[in-house]
């Protein structure tokens, strides 16, 4: 399973934060046959099995928070799919020249396109063309 780094640290920065100020929950966020990737593949598997496209961070953090509080919980199977966060995001500068070079690769491959296509060859007017009109003469 790929999933943003983003994604995973967002939940995981939540969790952090609730086991800081609520005990119960520390106790089961330490308990060591969990860990962050189950606890995404959890979620994504009842995000699919939803249907929905969209939920609020409440609702994915709840999912998070119920991972880790139940002993004998069904993972589901890794899924490979793409995560939106609706956050503001920062990039590592490392992050930020890959962005840069595909970029500038883009660039150079739909300029390139542009110059090898061919130009269609000019359409010669018929003088006698009435663009379809039909001419009577008196």
């Not at 046959?33 to 606890?39: G, H, S, T």
């Not at 919980?73 to 939106?84: M, Q």
Request: net charge negative.
């Amino acid at each position: 399973m790929k999933v943003s780094t983003h994604f995973q640290t967002e939940i995981q920065s939540y969790l952090e934060q609730r086991a800081e100020y609520d005990e119960l929950f520390a106790r089961s966020y330490r308990n060591p046959l969990k860990n962050i990737e189950d606890c995404i593949t959890y979620i994504l598997n009842y995000v699919q099995k939803s249907g929905c496209n969209g939920f609020s961070d409440d609702e994915i953090f709840g999912q998070a928070v119920h991972y880790y509080d139940e002993t004998d919980i069904e993972v589901g199977k890794p899924i490979d799919c793409k995560v939106v966060v609706n956050h503001h995001v920062e990039l590592t500068e490392e992050e930020k020249a890959e962005a840069r070079k595909e970029a500038i690769k883009r660039a150079e491959s739909e300029a390139y396109s542009r110059m090898t296509q061919r130009k269609p060859a000019p359409k010669k007017e018929n003088k006698n063309s009435n663009n379809g009109q039909m001419t009577l003469l008196f």
